[in-house]
């Protein structure tokens, strides 16, 4: 039960776009599509922002989006706004009926 | 209004035991999966545990295998986490979440914090 592997930071500049990935392998993020991302801010609780890959709950800002590639998931935040910069991470469901989470990505909006 | 309230975190000493709660109102608790998550202080999240609406399917992950359950009581409307022999390297922020369905974890409670200490 490794956890899924995640820049430990990224950075950008309000308005651009910023990707962070997750790669796992073809026993969690590779072989479902039950991948999910949370932001969370300091001192909050996690706040679902995508899942099953590429969905957004409602109220969750388009300018959130995901993919997957095989093993590698991805999350792109465009349009870069001083409130997104928190933490995120990623999570997927694995073969052993077990969740697995990325070890988090500290975002910085410069 | 959704809400997950958990409770029973405190300060115990290695090897002690310790029982979690989460009181669910704001939906029909008996038809979802629940899971707890913990993070220990300045690092990531962690998946605990996860158990079956009806609590008929559980599932672990390894560091807390044999040491925590997890349960439910439907009609209480409430989620458990039993922690046993409880270590340091347990000590951390612990959620308990609602699994809505496929994989969507949408709804959080704020968190009970359990230190391990001497």
């Known amino acids: 039960q490794s956890a899924l592997t995640q820049p430990a930071s990224v950075s950008g500049s309000p308005g651009q776009s910023i990707n962070i990935s997750c790669t796992g392998t073809?026993?969690?993020?590779?072989?479902?599509?039950?991948v999910s991302w949370y932001q969370q801010h300091p001192g909050t609780a996690p706040k679902l922002i995508i899942y099953g890959v590429s969905y957004r709950p409602s109220g969750v800002s388009d300018r959130f989006s995901a993919s997957k590639s095989g093993n590698t998931a991805s999350l792109t935040i465009s349009g870069l706004q001083a409130e997104d910069e928190a933490d995120y991470y990623c999570?997927?469901?694995?073969?052993?009926?077990?969740?697995?989470f990325g070890g988090g990505t500290k975002l910085t909006v410069l | 209004e959704v809400q997950l309230v958990e409770s029973g975190g405190g300060l115990v000493q290695p090897g002690e035991s310790l029982r979690l709660s989460c009181a669910a109102s704001?939906?029909?608790?008996?038809?979802?999966?629940m899971h707890w998550v913990r993070q220990a202080p300045g690092k990531g999240l962690v998946w605990v545990s996860r158990?079956?609406?009806?609590?008929?399917?559980?599932t672990y992950a390894d560091s807390v295998k044999g040491r925590f359950i997890i349960s439910r009581d439907n009609a209480k409307s409430t989620l458990y986490l039993q922690m046993n022999n409880l270590r340091a390297d347990d000590t951390g922020i612990y959620y308990c979440?609602?699994?809505?369905?496929?994989?969507?974890?949408?709804?959080w409670g704020q968190g009970t914090m359990v230190t391990v200490s001497s």
């Open positions: 704001g939906f029909i608790f008996s038809s979802y999966w």
């Open positions: 999570s997927s469901y694995t073969t052993i009926s077990t969740w697995v």
């Open positions: 979440a609602r699994n809505y369905g496929s994989g969507k974890v949408d709804v």
């Open positions: 073809a026993s969690d993020v590779g072989g479902y599509n039950y």
């Open positions: 158990i079956k609406s009806d609590g008929g399917d559980i």
